[in-house]
Structure formats: structure tokens, C-alpha cells
């Protein structure tokens, strides 16, 4: 056994060096990215795809075509977190994808025995290279939490935002980018973090005016006191579309190159909702920021693209109750999301009510339906799932849960070193192979 073990050993380092490795090599080289932004649209499954690219051809009255999402999708990744569940939160998922180590639920970076595990965005500092996080949620959530921070409960958020100044590579701060949501975190009683930043340096901004001004890396945005209004109730076409552009631009200059990580953050929260009209702005807000990133790689083409997701939200459905037809085009008529709605619809008179449903929502009310309103009217709650559930039953939206599922999530790459991402991997093959690509670039550097 042991003389057979050996022997295959003997063969297998035999044959790696009798390979001829000029042309493999070369392309292997060639294809390692000085740059990597590293996408991820939290709680989107394929579904989510599918639904965008039906929501988006009703809405431009265009024939189906492939979108954004379709055009660069390369595989699909489990998500399965190290406990018995299967099904993943975001920051044992996020803790794969950020340091390639699998862990339980609700781990920040660190492993069963709350140890800490070393993330991309260390890494990338000790190398030399520049990096950044951006988040529609806020920016110390767990997914981003889980690219500069370590905590066993994703819930500590006060003591995830000091790690993003306190942890210290090299004597470094670590992030150098940041832009999102959370300012009750880093501007609080016990420690006002916003002032340690800019004392080491770094510029601010606490309004979009603001971030439209800064102009270099290091720099802190903090656009929100939780996380960024959801897209359907605000102006904005995208709001991470404008944040992704400003971090590329103060990163670009970079001369060992950068790591940016960008988080679709709400497209769970809508998912969690139940909200078809808010998942699909969240989409369609991820897949502008995605556009800013896909025409970046063009002019850079020395960069890396690679999108997923942490896991699936909600088991939706384009479909439901038995009935063969998914209505994307009544999507568009919806003006706000449930939760706004609801805000809306809580005090309104039962004469006023039809007439706001029609303007608010583009959807007809029933006799029946507006007698559902008038009962739910007592409790937020209650009023809730029923504005909710006229809203799918109108499109036929489906969904089987309220929380996350196991279902696999595709996986998007683009740009050098995107042939590696491709067929199926598990989550943490994304966060491992990036972590190589990010030493094999530091190393010719
Ligand atoms: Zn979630």
C-alpha cells in the first residue's frame, strides 16, 4: 500500500516535471489580475436573474434579451456554511468568500473556536495593494463586516466598526476605501470613529454632494445612519452605481493595484421582505454598479471581475399557485415597497383607499381586497402581508420563506483570470482562488 502510495507520488512529481509548462505558464501569467473587484449580490439566486432579465424587457418594451447578469455568467457555487443547516446566513457566507474558510453561522471571520482568520482585504494591505469596501447596507453588515473584521456574532456591530480602525497590518490601517451606510456605529457615546479616521487622514463624506468631491484614497462615507433607503422609495437611479464609481476612481491610482469588494446589500432585505418591486430595483441598482465595473475592466484590462452571491433569499418564484404565467410587467406600476406602503396605507379612509392602491401601485382593487385592507388597518403587521400578498398574487410572484435558502448562486466573471471561475465550485473555492490571484499578482510585482 505504502510502496504504491509512494510510487503514484514518484509518478505524479515525475510527470509535473517532465510538462513542457511554456504555453500554460504563459497564459496562466498573463491572465493574473493586478485589480479585483469582487461583487456580491446578497440573496441572489439564479432566480433573481431570471426575474431581472423578464422585469427588465417589459419595462423597455424590447423583445427578452440577455442582461448584464447573463452575458457574464460563468457557473454556479454552493453555499453550504460548517454547521449541520445547509442553509447559509450572510456572514458565515461572507466569511467563505472573503477568506476561502468555511465557518458557522453568524461568524465574522472567525473559526469554530472564535479564532481569527486572516481576510483578502489584509491580505491585499500586506502586499502592498490598495483596497476598498462599498454596501447599500451599512458598511460594518455582515457581508462587508466579514472583509475587515473578526467577532463570533455579526450582531456586535459597534465592535466590528473599531475593528475597521483598530486592526492594524504592518502597522497600517487596513481599509481604504469604505462607502455606505452605518453612521450610529461610528459616530456614537463611547467613541466617535469618523474623527479617528480623519485624523489618520482620511477624507470624509456624510451626503452624495460630499462623496461626489472626495479625491483620493484614504476615504470614509458614511451616507446613512443605518443602511441606504431602499432604491424604490428614493431618487436615485443607482445609489451603488455612484459609490462604485468614486471607489474606483480613488483606488485606480494605486500603484501595486487594489482590491474592491461591492455589496448589492438589499436585494436580501427585499428577498427577506417578500417584495418583488423592491428586489428587481435592487437588482436593477446592482446591475448599474455592475456596468460601471464591466467598463472599468474594458479600459483595465490587467482587472478582474467576479460576482456571486452569498445564498438565496425567500425561494422566489416566477409563478405560483399553479397558474402558468409570471406578470414582470405589473412590477413596474409599484411606486414604493410594501414596508413604505404599508406607512402609507395605515391611517388612510376606507373611501380614499382604492383610489391611492391605483396610484401607488398601478394594480386594481376588488370589493374583496379592499375589505382585506380595512380589516388589516389595526395592525401594521397584518396590514403588511396583505398589501404584500395582493402585490404577489397580482404578478404571481411565489415565495416559500421569509429567510435564506440552500439553493446554489451563479457565479459571473470577467476580465483576466475570469477562465477560473468557471463550471461548479463551493464558496469558498471563490474566496481561496481569489486569495491566490491576489499573491501570484503581488508576487511578480
Ligand atoms: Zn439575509
Known amino acids: 500500500m505504502l510502496a504504491r502510495f ?14 513542457t509548462p511554456a504555453p500554460a505558464e504563459h497564459k496562466h501569467e498573463s491572465t493574473e489580475p493586478r485589480n479585483i473587484i469582487f461583487m456580491i449580490g446578497d440573496g441572489m439566486g439564479s432566480n433573481y436573474l431570471t426575474a431581472y432579465r423578464y422585469y427588465l424587457a417589459e419595462g423597455q418594451h ?32 461572507a466569511t467563505a468568500l472573503a477568506t476561502g474558510v468555511k465557518t458557522f453561522n453568524a461568524a465574522i471571520s472567525v473559526d469554530q473556536q472564535h479564532l481569527p482568520i486572516g481576510t483578502m482585504m489584509q491580505q491585499a494591505k500586506r502586499l502592498g495593494k490598495a483596497n ?4 447599500s447596507s451599512q458598511i460594518n453588515h455582515a457581508t462587508p463586516a466579514a472583509f475587515l473584521a473578526h467577532n463570533k456574532s455579526r450582531r456586535n456591530m459597534d465592535a466590528i466598526a473599531d475593528h475597521y480602525f483598530d486592526i492594524r497590518i504592518d ?3 487596513v481599509p481604504d476605501v469604505m462607502f455606505g451606510g452605518g453612521l450610529r456605529h461610528f459616530i456614537r457615546d463611547d467613541r466617535n470613529l469618523v474623527a479617528e479616521f480623519q485624523a489618520e487622514g482620511y477624507q470624509y463624506a456624510d451626503s452624495w454632494q460630499q462623496l461626489s468631491q472626495l479625491n483620493r484614497a484614504p476615504a470614509l462615507a458614511l451616507l446613512a445612519d ?21 471607489a474606483l476612481e480613488l483606488l485606480s ?38 456596468e460601471t465595473a464591466k467598463a472599468y475592466v474594458d479600459a483595465n484590462p490587467d482587472t478582474l471581475l467576479i460576482i456571486t452571491a452569498d445564498h438565496e433569499t425567500g425561494g ?32 388612510v379612509e376606507a373611501q380614499d383607499i382604492a383610489k391611492q392602491w391605483r396610484q401607488y401601485t398601478s394594480l386594481p382593487l376588488t370589493d374583496e381586497q379592499l375589505t382585506m385592507i380595512t380589516d388589516a388597518q389595526h395592525d401594521r403587521d397584518s396590514l403588511y402581508w396583505v398589501l404584500n400578498q395582493l402585490i404577489n398574487d397580482a404578478t404571481r410572484t411565489g415565495w416559500t420563506t421569509t429567510g435564506h435558502t440552500a439553493a446554489d448562486v451563479p457565479v459571473l466573471a470577467y476580465g483576466a483570470g ?14 481561496k482562488r481569489i486569495m491566490q490571484l491576489i499573491d501570484a499578482s503581488a508576487s511578480r510585482q
Not at 405560483?320 to 413596474?332: F, M, P, Q, S, T
Open 6 to 19: 509512494l510510487f503514484l507520488t514518484l509518478l505524479t512529481f515525475l510527470s509535473a516535471c517532465s510538462q
Open 418 to 431: 475570469a477562465e477560473q471561475f468557471t463550471g461548479f465550485m463551493d464558496n469558498i473555492d471563490i474566496g
Open 132 to 135: 476598498g469596501i462599498v454596501a
Open 62 to 93: 424590447q423583445q427578452i434579451k440577455p442582461t448584464i447578469y447573463d452575458q457574464l455568467w460563468t457557473g454556479m457555487s454552493s453555499t453550504w456554511p460548517d454547521d449541520q443547516t445547509l442553509v447559509t446566513d450572510s456572514a458565515a457566507s
Open 171 to 173: 502597522g497600517q490601517l
Open 316 to 347: 422566489l418564484s416566477l409563478g405560483a399557485d399553479g397558474i402558468y404565467e409570471w406578470r414582470a410587467d405589473l412590477i413596474y406600476g409599484v411606486q414604493f415597497t410594501v414596508r413604505e406602503l404599508t406607512r402609507r396605507f395605515i391611517d
Open 253 to 290: 491610482p494605486h500603484p501595486q493595484g487594489f482590491v474592491l469588494m461591492v455589496e448589492g446589500s438589499q436585494i436580501d432585505w427585499c428577498g427577506h421582505a417578500n417584495d418583488i418591486a423592491c428586489a428587481m430595483t435592487e437588482m436593477h441598482d446592482f446591475a448599474l454598479a455592475i
Open 226 to 246: 443605518s443602511g441606504l433607503p431602499s432604491v424604490l422609495n428614493q431618487e436615485l437611479e443607482s445609489p451603488l452605481q455612484l459609490m462604485t464609481e468614486k
